[in-house]
Each structure stands twice: as structure tokens, then as C-alpha cells.
């Protein structure tokens, strides 16, 4: 087919053909003009255009391949039974869990290295991190709308539609990211002088040196995610997962290296983290060239595109925006109980976020699957509802499992991140919220990635506002009362909380899988004028 569409779209030079029809290449069955370009030796710039479009019929074919493959798959993950289904998305959010795991693997990494050296460092990277790895959580919605944007693109068979929007997203993402370097450098200081309070003033050097460094990997890393994103809406985890992986490697050396044997301490370890990171970007966006994509191709929004993005990334960013809030509230009152506190309420939030990524998989899943059975041509809302219940099955045995295991660590192996007893002693006080948290996450993920392929936005944006509001509140009289383990207590009503509304929802006769109107949640696009 690659072949047959080689000759049709672009004819070779008559003086590239061959003039001897009698030869043995000639009546090889791909015929002289395919053999041409190699047997008359044609001219450097003929060559490279030849072999271009040689490669540009491959790609279109290895690209419709690809396309009937994956429609294949989601048709029959809908027709399969609920165990099938298990064992099916097991498979495929497999790769897709290293994407997830190497982002807090790299804090994770700091956090054990630097906890061997000093406490004092180990406390500033709390609030290092809200500045460098949840102020990037904000950023999430460029993922979301990357992949959703790509996906119903994808749907469509418009190859020339998915790099549009490519090239729309990067240079958002390129925007935004170099809106952050600027502000990382010129409030950075400032964000942690506000977190710490002046009761620890000694560790705002140490975390500003830290942010700083990182902060240069901004517009590497927003550009990386659209990247990344563009490739997981064509279901492809395996490349990402590459980049990612080569890019943990990068970081766990240059941490050791700086940090235990040159003695660079915090500021070796911001400096193995940005590089890598500035590693896996420019990875991702090789990753995205291979399939015949520029991902170097940056375009600007027309009105009517930035209102559309506007509509499905506001939402969201609500609710990202919300979740990080909640998080780094845990992170502002932990760090009003002193340097001791705050070294094991990072020690804890680092272990945690590393276990909770685990369930991101899953709301993959329901983004990727579950479109086709609520708006597809075969609609059919009772297979997303067994779709649904595959996934939360997985969720809560996960949700077991990650609980079991994240509290085993800061329970019997403490020594890993910090040698100082009173640390360990304050980690141990918040081991049950910490497990009660982390055991519901992953069925949330579940739930909560349904409403956004249904997209249930409005729904979805203010409930993650309820529940931060009321969180809030219940932090801030938990912790005045029972300090860190009240902190932890808040966090695992605010899970529990998420769950509970998200569950309430999707059982509703109203909600996207029991709604006979199709119409009811679809994206609407903004009028003419």
C-alpha cells in the first residue's frame, strides 16, 4: 500500500527511470520505478526528496495500521467480559505507569539523598518542591486538552488536524513555561520566605538556590509534557515511558554525584533533576518527529482555538488548581511546627505522591476507552458502566496493595531517607491517615478520569472546589489541634471526600452513564462573532 501510494502521489523524473525493462530488478514485482532512484544514481537533492517521500508513505501507512489497530482494541475491550477487561487494561496501562512514576521518583531521589546529609536541607526541600513540582501540577490541563484535542482528532483520520493542534499547544506550553522561569527567578525567594515563616529564615537559602535551578527547566518541561501527551492520545506509552526512564537514570547519577561525592548537597540535586528533565523533553520530541509529526513546529491560537482550549483546560485547571491548593496547605502548616516536623512531612508527602501515581494509569484508561462507548458510533452506556466497574475493581485491590506497601516503607525501612530519630518518630505518629489516604486514591483516579472523558467539567471543577473549601477548614482545626497528624487525618477525609462525590455522581440516573442525551456533556464550540 505504502508502495502503490509512493507512485501515485509522486511520480518519478522520466530521467530516473530505468531503459532496461528486460533486466532481473525490472521484473521483480515492485517494477522499475521503485528500483530507479537506486540504479540510475540520480542527483543528491532527487535522492533526498525520494527518500523523504519514501519515508512519508511508510509513516501514512504504518499510521492507518496503527489507527485500525487501536480501533480494534477499544472495540473489543467493550465487548469483553469484566475479568478480560481487567486483564486487558492491566496490559495496557502497564507502560503507562512508568510515565506516572518517574516525575516523583526524581523528588523521591532527592529526598533519599539528601536526607543522608543534612535535616536542615531535607526540611527546605518542602517547600522547594511545592514551588518546582506542585506549581507544575497546574499545568496539568495542557496534558488533558493535548490529549483529548489529539484523540478526536485522531478519530477523524485528519493527520494535518493533530499537528495543528500540536503546534498550538506547544507554543502555549512554551509560553507558559517561559512565563514560569521568569517567575521562578524573580519570586521564588519570596514564595518561600512566605511558606517558612521567620521561624525558619535558615532554610529559605538553601530551598531558593534549589527552586532557582530547577526553574530553568521550565519551558523544557512544559514543551516535554505537551509532547508527551500528544503521543499517549495516540496510545503510544512505550516511547514516553523511554525518555522518562533514561531521564531517572540521568537524575539518580548526577544526585550521587553531586551531592555525595562532590558535597554540592541540595544544590547538586536541583541541578541533576533540571538537566534530566531538560533530557526528557528533548527525548519526548524526538519521540513525536518518528511518527511524522514536527514537534518543533510552534503555531499561535486564532481566537476561536484559544476559546475552545479555554473550554475544556478551564475546568480542569479548576480542579488541578484546587487539589495542588489542598496540597500545598498541608505543606504551609506542616512547616509551622518547626524543622524536625517538617523534615518528616516531607519525607512522607515525597513516599506518598510516589505511591498515589499508580492509580494515574487508570484515569488514563477511562480518558482513553470510555468516549467510544458514551458518545461513539456503537454507544452503549451499559459497557461503559462495566467498563467502569473493571476499572474500580482494579482501583481498590491497587488501592490495597500501594497502602500495604507505602506505609511498609516509612514504617520498617526509615532509614532510607533520614538517620534522625526524632524524624522517624514523627513520620511513625501519621502511618494510619497516611494509609487511609492512600488507599482510596487509586479508585478515585478511576472515577474522576470518567467524569472528564464524559466530560462531566462543570460537575467535576466545582465538587474538587467544595471539597477544597471544606478541607480547608477541617486542616485548620485538625491541625491546631493534633498537629501533623491532624494534617494527615484532613487529607484522608479530603480523599475519601473525592471519592464519595465522585461515586454519588456517576450512579446518578442524571450522570453521563445512565443520561439517554448524548448531547448533554459534549464540549461545546464557541460561536461565530
Given at each position: ?49 525520494t ?37 486487558e ?31 536542615i ?39 494535518e ?7 498550538v499547544?506547544?507554543?502555549?506550553g ?38 532557582k ?19 499517549l ?27 555525595t ?31 511524522g ?14 476559546l ?159 471539597c ?7 486542616l ?19 480523599q475519601?471526600a473525592?471519592?464519595?462525590i ?13 443520561s439517554?442525551?448524548s ?11
Amino acid at each position: 500500500m505504502a508502495l502503490k501510494l509512493l507512485s501515485t502521489v509522486t511520480p518519478l523524473p522520466t530521467s530516473l527511470q530505468c531503459h532496461n525493462p528486460n533486466s532481473t530488478l525490472s521484473k521483480h514485482r515492485f517494477g522499475p520505478r521503485f528500483f530507479a532512484p537506486f540504479l540510475c544514481a540520480p542527483s543528491a537533492s532527487t535522492f533526498r526528496h525520494t527518500a523523504f517521500v519514501t519515508a512519508r508513505a511508510f509513516r501514512s501507512e504504518a499510521f492507518e495500521e496503527e489507527e485500525i489497530s487501536r480501533q480494534v482494541e477499544t472495540k473489543e475491550l467493550a465487548k469483553q467480559s469484566i475479568w478480560n477487561q481487567i486483564k486487558e487494561i492491566v496490559m495496557f496501562t502497564g507502560p503507562a505507569t512508568g510515565l506516572w512514576i518517574c516525575g516523583p521518583l526524581m523528588s523521591l531521589i532527592d529526598t533519599a539523598v539528601i536526607g543522608q546529609r543534612s535535616s536542615i536541607q531535607l526540611a527546605a526541600l518542602g517547600p522547594a518542591t511545592v514551588v518546582c513540582d506542585y506549581m507544575s501540577y497546574v499545568f496539568m490541563f495542557l496534558s488533558i486538552a493535548t490529549s483529548n484535542m489529539v484523540a478526536t482528532a485522531l478519530a477523524k483520520k485528519d493527520k494535518e488536524e493533530v499537528q495543528h493542534h500540536i503546534s498550538v499547544l506547544l507554543f502555549i506550553g512554551l509560553s507558559c513555561g517561559i512565563a514560569m522561569l521568569l517567575f521562578s527567578r524573580l519570586f521564588g525567594a519570596a514564595m518561600i520566605t512566605a511558606f517558612t515563616g521567620p521561624k525558619n529564615a535558615h532554610i529559605v537559602p538553601a530551598a531558593s538556590s534549589y527552586v532557582k535551578i530547577r526553574g530553568l527547566a521550565w519551558p523544557a518541561l512544559l514543551v516535554g509534557w505537551v509532547a508527551q501527551s500528544a503521543s499517549l492520545g495516540m496510545k503510544d506509552s512505550l516511547g514516553p515511558l523511554k525518555s522518562l526512564a533514561a531521564a531517572t537514570v540521568i537524575n539518580v547519577i548526577g544526585c550521587i554525584l553531586l551531592c555525595t561525592c562532590l558535597g554540592y548537597g541540595i544544590v547538586g540535586a536541583a541541578w541533576a533533576t533540571m538537566v534530566s528533565q531538560v533530557v526528557a523533553a528533548y527525548m519526548m520530541i524526538q519521540n513525536l518527529n518518528r511518527k511524522g509529526y514536527n514537534a518543533l513546529a510552534f503555531s499561535i491560537p486564532s481566537g476561536k482555538e484559544l476559546l475552545t482550549i479555554i473550554g475544556l483546560a478551564a475546568p480542569v485547571f479548576l480542579t488541578l488548581m484546587s487539589k495542588v491548593a489542598f496540597y500545598a496547605l498541608l505543606i504551609y502548616f506542616a512547616t509551622s511546627m518547626g524543622t524536625v516536623t517538617m523534615a518528616a512531612h516531607q519525607v512522607m508527602v515525597q513516599t506518598y505522591g510516589m505511591c498515589t501515581v499508580w492509580g494515574e494509569p487508570l484515569s488514563q484508561t477511562a480518558q482513553s476507552f470510555m468516549p467510544e462507548l458514551i458518545y461513539g458510533v456503537n454507544r452503549s452506556l451499559s459497557k461503559a458502566r462495566l467498563l467502569l466497574r473493571s476499572l474500580v475493581t482494579i482501583g481498590a485491590m491497587l488501592g490495597l496493595l500501594l497502602g500495604i506497601v507505602g506505609t511498609s516503607v516509612p514504617w520498617l525501612i526509615p532509614y532510607v531517607f533520614t538517620h534522625d530519630q526524632m524524624v522517624i518518630q514523627e513520620m511513625h505518629k501519621v502511618l494510619i491517615p497516611y494509609f487511609i489516604a492512600l488507599a482510596v486514591t487509586p479508585p478515585t483516579h478511576c472515577l474522576e478520569g470518567t467524569l472528564l472523558a464524559g466530560r462531566d467539567l462543570r460537575f467535576i471543577s466545582l465538587s474538587m472546589s467544595g471539597c477544597f473549601c471544606v478541607g480547608t477548614i477541617v486542616l485548620w482545626t485538625l491541625n491546631s489541634r493534633f498537629g501533623l497528624l491532624g494534617c494527615w487525618f484532613s487529607l484522608a477525609i479530603f480523599q475519601w471526600a473525592r471519592f464519595s462525590i465522585a461515586l454519588q455522581r456517576l450512579l446518578s440516573p442524571n450522570g453521563i452513564l445512565y443520561s439517554q442525551d448524548s448531547d448533554l456533556y459534549k464540549l461545546r464550540k464557541p460561536r461565530n462573532g
